[in-house]
């Protein structure tokens, strides 16, 4: 159903907008005269707001909520999607699972695979894609997570990380330590080590990036903005 | 691997088919007093034989001379009249794109100047005529079709990889723009799809230049890829298209000059091949060309740029020129002079300037990718000891083709030494004046 006061439309089964916090629930016996003036109050304060706030603001008000989870492919991202998938069911975001297949010569179009260096066909993406559907999947417990989405690039993995991430709007990067071209160190979970691509992301992100260190670590936006 | 290119771009393999009719066609066309007299006139003398950085490094073995290299190719070609075999055509593709980076540095040591290396590049053509292509080049000439350049970079990428650099560069230079578009600019800047995909650091640096430089330049949003594979590929007329598509757009938006970021093949297209590629017969683009060395070289000799003496280099430095900038565009004291502003300890390679050996990378060499690999980090052997020769920790080179090439046998040859581009060293090296320092930068030193 759509909202009285703002218009934007309630999901089933909750008791109130989540764009303006108007409840559907009627007080108990409030006689209707009294609901319609608190509604139209309600509007009224609503247009107000919307008057006042940037077209910006007011976009990211609307905005559904993104988290760009970056995976390396190795075992020490699983931390950092557990954290990112706990986040994204908290805030009810879309999540996106992004991984990057490097290039090793910035010139060539060849990409480094787990099957060595190849051409970035549309092939190599859809087999990486089903591989990363394939594992993240089974890895969710418990509650699925509302949205997923699962993209690929080709390219300098940090650069890549965040045009996705200013392109899509992102609400926070969510990934792993290490960084894919230190595979060798990438392991020993119990002496994490920043990597090149998670310092560079860190350093030039447009949102706040989570670097998920410890299995039970948990992430909200509310901080993290 | 064998590429067959057909209308489309789609690529498929197959068996060749030796089309005669289409080679005599090409041979015919080139059939000039140039060619002619350049295939009887070699005397085999072997001068050539030392120039050449594959010869160098693989021992020098004969089959590597650059004279051998073309008789046995083109100047078969024109013996056999174009009637030749699938396994020769085969031979012919791995020897103009293998064992040869069409550097030119053999036409200086030709007491009769014959340009071998335009020679190899009629063979390119003739093997392109045949579908014959090596696969990392091939799959660059579509994108030149469909996204008028060579990594399928959209419009929407390129403003929007502008706009993030321009927040960056805005931390260092306050003010600090990226103008897009803009007619009547004094510089049309052209530059390297590489830039925004691989490296865009490079756009944000090249901003804070212009910008504390005073300078009036636009990129523009078509026609600003100044690369030209497929000059490399063979594919002339496309190679000629493409030069022209950035011609064009420089007339449209009646700029002084098309200024080319710091890239050696794109000179070469842009500067002395691509206007006989796209027609132009006097050999003169409509536009004036400008290299970044050339005016990088001008901001500092004017004053428009000065250097920190605090921020001078102390270690050790070398210059690698790039072919198509120093050897072919004359350029290579520019570089030097540049050099001596920044650098307090440069050591030349030897030889130098016109006479440095090509970096192994040129020619195509490095976007044909992993299957040529082996013989280019082969090949880049020479580059490789007259680097450590020098002991230098930091080389400088105008040229992605050289960096990328650099920094391979950086890790293969185990040189210890950081490859950068005139434009990180300007950057780090230069005054910004105070009135673009940013503001925050102020508060901090008022506050320290």
């Not at chain 1, 960084?179 to 350093?203: W, Y």
């Not at chain 2, 046995?72 to 794109?97: H, N, Q, S």
């Not at chain 2, 565009?329 to 390679?349: P, S, T, Y």
């Amino acid at each position: 159903m759509r909202c009285p006061v703002c218009g934007h439309n309630i999901e089933s089964g909750k008791s109130f907008c989540r764009r303006c916090a108007w409840s559907i629930l009627r007080t108990p016996d409030e006689p209707e005269s009294d609901y319609n003036e608190r509604l139209e109050i309600a509007r009224r304060n609503w247009e107000n707001l919307e008057r006042c706030i940037c077209q910006k603001e007011a976009e990211d008000i609307r905005k559904e909520h993104k988290i760009l989870f970056c995976t390396d492919l190795y075992a020490s991202s699983d931390y950092a999607f557990k954290a990112a998938v706990n986040l994204a069911r908290e805030c009810d975001a879309e999540l996106i699972i992004f991984h990057v297949l490097e290039s090793r010569h910035r010139y060539s179009g060849q990409i480094i695979t787990a099957d060595g260096e190849t051409w970035a066909t549309k092939e190599v993406f859809d087999r990486l894609k089903k591989s990363l559907t394939d594992y993240y999947l089974a890895k969710i417990e418990g509650q699925p997570v509302p949205r997923i989405r699962i993209e690929a690039r080709s390219g300098v993995p940090w650069i890549e990380i965040i045009r996705k991430a200013r392109k899509e709007k992102v609400d926070m990067i969510v990934m792993g330590p290490y960084s894919i071209r230190d595979p060798k160190n990438g392991f020993d979970l119990a002496r994490p080590q920043h990597g090149e691509t998670a310092e560079k992301v860190s350093l030039r992100a447009p949102c706040p990036v989570a670097i998920v260190t410890k299995p039970d670590q948990k992430l909200s936006l509310e901080q993290g903005a | 691997m064998l590429v067959i290119i057909v209308p489309g771009g789609v690529m498929t393999e197959k068996s060749i088919q030796v089309n005669v009719e289409k080679i005599r066609e090409i041979l015919d066309k080139n059939n000039g007093a140039r060619i002619r007299t350049w295939l009887s006139i070699c005397s085999r003398c072997g001068l050539c034989a030392e120039s050449c950085l594959f010869y160098l490094a693989n021992d020098r073995n004969p089959r590597f001379a650059p004279a051998y290299k073309v008789q046995r190719t083109l100047g078969t070609i024109y013996k056999k009249k174009g009637k030749v075999t699938p396994e020769f055509l085969m031979e012919c593709y791995d020897i103009a794109w293998g064992e040869c980076t069409t550097c030119k540095r053999c036409s200086l040591f030709c007491p009769f100047g014959i340009d071998i290396a335009s020679m190899i590049s009629l063979v390119r053509t003739i093997c392109y005529s045949q579908g014959l292509v090596p696969e990392g080049l091939a799959r660059t000439l579509p994108n030149y079709e469909k996204f008028g350049n060579q990594m399928a970079v959209s419009k929407e990428d390129l403003i929007e990889t502008c706009e993030w650099m321009v927040e960056e560069a805005a931390d260092y230079v306050k003010g600090v723009t990226i103008p897009l578009d803009v007619a009547g600019a004094r510089y049309m800047y052209t530059i390297n799809p590489r830039e925004v995909m691989f490296y865009p650091q490079d756009l944000g640096m090249a901003a804070q230049i212009f910008t504390v430089a005073g300078e009036s330049w636009t990129i523009p949003t078509s026609g600003w890829d100044s690369t030209n594979l497929a000059m490399f590929a063979g594919a002339n007329e496309l190679a000629g298209a493409v030069a022209d598509r950035m011609y064009k757009k420089a007339l449209e938006l009646g700029v002084e000059a098309i200024l080319i970021t710091e890239c050696g093949h794109a000179m070469r297209s842009a500067g002395y091949e691509g206007p006989y590629l796209a027609g132009y017969r006097n050999g003169r683009p409509p536009v004036p060309v400008v290299h970044s060395v050339q005016l990088f070289y001008e901001y500092l000799r004017d004053g428009k740029i000065q250097i920190d003496p605090a921020k001078r280099i102390d270690a050790p430095v070398t210059y690698q020129d790039p072919c198509n900038v120093s050897r072919n565009a004359g350029l290579w004291e520019q570089g030097r002079e540049i050099l001596k502003f920044v650098c307090n300890d440069f050591r030349d390679m030897s030889p130098n300037r016109h006479y440095n050996h090509c970096c192994g990378g040129g020619g195509g060499f490095i976007p044909m990718g992993g299957p040529f690999r082996k013989r280019r980090l082969r090949a880049g052997r020479v580059k490789a000891e007259q680097i450590r020769k020098t002991g230098a920790k930091i080389v400088v080179t105008p040229c992605h083709n050289c960096y990328d090439q650099l920094n391979d046998l950086n890790k293969e040859y185990d040189l210890g030494v950081r490859i950068v581009s005139l434009k990180e060293l300007l950057v780090e090296t230069m005054i910004v004046p105070d009135h673009l320092k940013p503001d925050s930068a102020g508060d901090e030193r008022q506050e320290g």
